[in-house]
């Protein structure tokens, strides 16, 4: 049988750094904060397009304006 000096050479850093953290927060916790990383560079680039699109609705609005 595996004693924990034993599992620390088995396993690998990263994963003993993740098993501690669900450790201590817990699991949902955990995966709330996985998604929420794996999300932010698409989230990023929502935040981009609304931003654009926000200055092309309002070059629009303008022309329209001057339609008038």
Do not use: C, H, W
């Given at each position: ?56 609705i ?11």
């Amino acid at each position: 049988m595996l004693n924990e000096r034993d599992l620390k050479v088995v396993i690998p850093q990263g994963v003993q750094m993740v098993a501690q953290f669900i450790k201590e927060v817990g699991f949902p916790i955990f995966v709330a904060v996985y998604v929420l990383m794996r999300l932010e560079p698409v989230l990023s680039n929502i935040n981009t397009s609304v931003a654009e699109l926000t200055k092309a609705i309002a070059v629009l609005s303008e022309r329209i304006a001057l339609m008038r």
